[in-house]
Nanobody, 124 residues
Framework: QVQLVESGGGLVQAGGSLRLSCAAS????????MGWFRQAPGKEREFVIA????????DYADSVKGRFTISRDNAKNTVYLQMNSLKPEDTAVYYC?????????????????WGQGTQVTVSS
């Protein structure tokens, strides 16, 4: 089992920045691909960004390229999501997830473990 706890969400004005953290406990964190997903009210959960277990490979949704960055610190069992130039359409609950796949999957069903989510609200 892997337990994931997100933090760092909040209210920010458009153009601002936030950094989300996801702390993992349980099985070896460094073996998992880590991803961030988000879900806005009335919408399906969507892929945002992910990073391989080694940190070498990353994948980004087109909507966040150039604005969001993912990183991980395997010594601290933590993955980070740096969000810059935030837009009102980035408003959602953000979820951290862990996948045993060696690739960097976008499909949420390929992620075995999920955090409880953290709210990000971007005001215009």
């Amino acid at each position: 089992q892997v337990q994931l706890v997100e933090s760092g969400g909040g209210l920010v004005q458009a153009g601002g920045s936030l950094r989300l953290s996801c702390a993992a406990s349980g099985r070896t964190f460094s073996r998992y691909t880590m991803g961030w997903f988000r879900q806005a009210p009335g919408k399906e959960r969507e892929f945002v960004i992910a990073i391989s277990w080694s940190g070498v490979s990353t994948d980004y949704a087109d909507s966040v390229k150039g604005r969001f960055t993912i990183s991980r610190d395997n010594a601290k069992n933590t993955v980070y999501l740096q969000m810059n130039s935030l837009k009102p359409e980035d408003t959602a609950v953000y979820y951290c997830a862990a996948s045993g796949f060696l690739s960097v999957p976008r499909r949420p069903e390929l992620y075995e473990y999920w955090g409880q989510g953290t709210q990000v609200t971007v005001s215009s």
